[in-house]
Structure formats: structure tokens, C-alpha cells
């Protein structure tokens, strides 16, 4: 709509016309594409290493077998039951004193390892056939190739699946880096929402057009990912 008709009482439900002039302001107002590009690279980075420390941290509760391993499974699973809340304020003070404040590695690091992400990947390992360890140890192929080579392509289905959870769960951050985060350079596309919502009146036309532009990737990749999602998510829910 444009500005006149969104402001109108009663409101109108659709615009007479289309009006892409909202969009152009939000570009103008905001570093909108900064801001997209800072999301890209962190959700991208946090998808991937989920996905590394997971498929390790999978790989030997199912394949390694040591002293207490059910317990530290236990302990992994346990820590989903922690509020993230309460883990902000230790979170930031290490990173301030690591001097990370307003950098990648502050927005990346803390998120780079979750207990729902090794829970997903172990349960999908254990239904793999064990006849395929078994003949890979007499051929010689140590726990490494293991997981490279037959584990991991056999397992696309959680690893996209936890792809899409991880890199839609680092695309909504906010608090976090609403915290960390100092300057237009990095700080990510939900603080640049924030910033079309001003003190003195709140523009909807601009704020909804901005929101538009930063639902797309997300929808997208829920859109592509969605079956695989589903199928990981629901993998081991149903016996035989």
C-alpha cells in the first residue's frame, strides 16, 4: 500500500494497486543488504557447525564405545532442557573478554553446538544397518572414513533437515545480537526491523515491506527443505 492508504480509517484489507515504493524507502532508510548479508554468513556458518560438532558428537555416542557413554549422552540431552535465557549473561562475558563484542566470532561461536542437534543426528545413526560398521572395520576402514564415507551420505535426510532447523533458528536471532553487536556493519536483519520502527510514529507500510524482504530467504528454504525436515524430525518415531 502506500503511505496515504495505510494510514487510512478504516483500513483497507488490499491496496488498490501495487506500490513497490516501500520497498525502495526501506533500502534507503537501512542498510537492509549489510544487514542481510551479516545474517547469510552467520546462519550459515552456525548451520555448518552444527552440523560438524553434531555429526562427531553423534558418531562416537553410537559408534565409540567408552566409559559412562550414557551418562554424557544423558548430559548432552539434558542441556536442551536449560532456558537460553539463562545462559546470556555468561555467554557475553565471555565474549567481551575475549574482545569479540561486535564481530562474527561473537555472533557464530556461542551457537556453533547444541544438544538438539547431537540428539537428532545419534538417533537417525543408530537406525543404520550395524553389518555396515562391522564390514567396514574387516576392511580396514577406521571411525574417520566411517563417518565420511558411509555414515554421513547415508544420513542427508537428518543433516537437511537439521540444516533448515539451525539456519531458520540464527536467521530469527534477535537479543543475542541486539547485545554483541555495535554498528550497522555487523549487526544482523532483525535489529534492522527494529530500526524501521521509530520513537516518534511507526510507519506500517515501511515496517511490513521491510518484514517482507527478510521473510523471503527463510521461506524459501522452508519451502525446499520442508519434506526433508519432516522426514529427519520424524525419523525413529515409528518402529519396524
Known amino acids: 500500500m502506500t503511505p496515504d492508504e495505510s494510514a487510512q480509517y478504516p483500513p483497507k484489507m488490499f491496496p ?29 556458518a552456525i548451520m555448518v557447525g552444527q552440523a560438524i560438532t553434531a555429526a562427531m558428537a553423534a558418531y562416537a555416542f553410537v559408534y565409540v564405545p567408552f566409559r559412562g557413554r550414557a551418562f554424557w549422552f544423558a548430559l548432552f540431552v539434558s542441556t536442551m532442557m ?15 573478554s575475549w574482545g569479540w563484542l561486535d564481530s562474527y566470532q561473537g555472533l557464530i561461536v556461542p551457537f556453533i553446538a547444541s544438544g538438539f542437534s547431537v540428539f ?3 538417533q537417525f545413526f543408530l537406525q543404520l ?17 566411517h563417518l565420511a564415507r ?3 551420505p547415508l544420513s542427508r535426510p537428518a543433516l537437511a533437515s537439521l540444516g533448515v532447523y539451525a539456519f531458520l533458528n540464527a536467521w530469527n536471532m534477535y537479543l543475542w ?5 555495535n554498528s550497522d556493519a555487523k549487526r544482523t536483519v532483525q535489529i534492522g526491523i527494529s530500526m524501521l520502527q521509530f520513537q ?17 530467504p527463510s521461506l524459501l528454504l522452508l519451502a525446499l527443505g520442508l519434506k526433508q525436515l519432516v ?4 525419523a525413529g518415531a515409528v518402529k519396524g
Not at 545480537?177 to 553487536?181: A, D, F, G, N, Q
Open 16 to 44: 488498490s494497486h501495487l506500490y513497490f515504493g516501500s520497498f525502495r524507502e526501506v533500502l534507503e532508510l537501512v542498510p537492509l543488504q549489510t544487514f542481510l548479508m551479516n545474517s547469510f554468513i552467520v546462519s550459515i
Open 82 to 96: 536449560i532456558p537460553w535465557e539463562v545462559t546470556v549473561i555468561p555467554n557475553y562475558l565471555t565474549v567481551k
Open 120 to 122: 537428532l543426528l545419534r
Open 129 to 145: 544397518p550395524r553389518e555396515l560398521f562391522e564390514a567396514a572395520r574387516i576392511d580396514g576402514c577406521g571411525h574417520v572414513r
Open 150 to 152: 558411509i555414515v554421513l
Open 177 to 181: 545480537p541486539l547485545l554483541v553487536t
Open 200 to 216: 516518534e510514529v511507526t510507519v506500517w507500510n515501511l515496517v511490513l515491506a521491510g518484514v517482507t524482504l527478510v521473510l523471503l
Open 231 to 234: 522426514r529427519g524430525l520424524t
